[in-house]
């Protein structure tokens, strides 16, 4: 095996490093956060750090990096409240990808990278009509990471759109057969096959 | 497409709704957390959770719900300072998931599910020889989430094990063909097949 230390690692050109070090967590969730500003103008964007914060309210959390290109997002949950949580389907990972391109403010990525805007009853954020798993939330809090400022968006989810038939009874949904797909790294984009749905772990009786 | 609001999600009984609500932020990483105590009995727990927080200098993060049954690993990483970070491979899934069992602390979990503790130099936390992806990491804060007093646990990567050749020359790492899985909601298991790695995004240029 390959050895790196911490020097080795901050001796790295930049680049190099951030490349290397998003690869290290594992695989992530890949999903487009829709938002509206006050002036009604559409905002798409990728992200790959989504996760569970709680069920019973319904909370997901994103990462956000401070002063990056995903910042018309946060403006925008900031000024309304609200945003789309929506899954990236193997259709369309390349236009979700585009979307991490930096267009101004005025321009809706929906129409720039070829997705489709929707809405759905009288919820503020637009939807993917594209996206298999759809998620409405309203924000809730955010929190910083104090070691480098990175901070934390939570939101309560307020309604979800899935496809029918796709739940089971335990509530169950098999993503792979969705066509839901996973990130590595920043760019790297992968199906997935399931394996298997393991039971509860208990520790074996003697 | 089905349609949940709210209220339906609060009014499903506690194991559906946790069940479904863990599926719906998409896929997640696949990591096993060594952690040693004071008297030296080791622990080694699943987390699914582990994202990247910043890569100069190098953050990983976990999220940790208030009494747990990994609550041994975040006593053993307040009470040292040190933990590891293990990348699951397909071949040992099954074993990773067997530490979600609730073991004691005196059972140390390599052994009740069959996977090699391996120390490396004078790092102070136990590796696990199978795993592919190493990670030697060393306590940097807490920060607790108000909404539900998750906490997010986040740490300074110290030392990184990697197979040989495995980062090209620009960082990038293959995780599909060194075999790492995916987990979708609490217990689903998912190999992947790398589709593309796609160029930097940038606007057409008119």
Known sequence: MIHLSLKDVLAMPDRKRATLMNYLSGFKSANLVGTTDAQHRHN??????VVHIGANPPYLGFILRPNTVERHTYDNIKETGYYTINAI???????AHQ?????PKETSEFEAVGLTLEFKGDF?????????????????EEI??????TILIVGKVLEVWLPAQSVAEDGHINLSAHGIIT?????T???????AQLPYAKRPSK
């Open 89 to 95: 389907h193997e259709d369309f990972y390349a236009k």
């Open 183 to 187: 990130i590595s790294g920043l760019d």
């Open 189 to 195: 984009y992968h199906r997935t096959e399931k394996l």
């Open 99 to 103: 979307t991490s391109a930096k267009y």
């Open 124 to 140: 503020f954020a637009p939807y993917v009509q594209e996206s298999p798993i759809k998620l409405g939330l309203q924000f809730q």
């Open 44 to 49: 798409l964007a990728i992200f790959n750090s």
């Open 144 to 149: 910083i990471v104090p070691c480098n400022g």
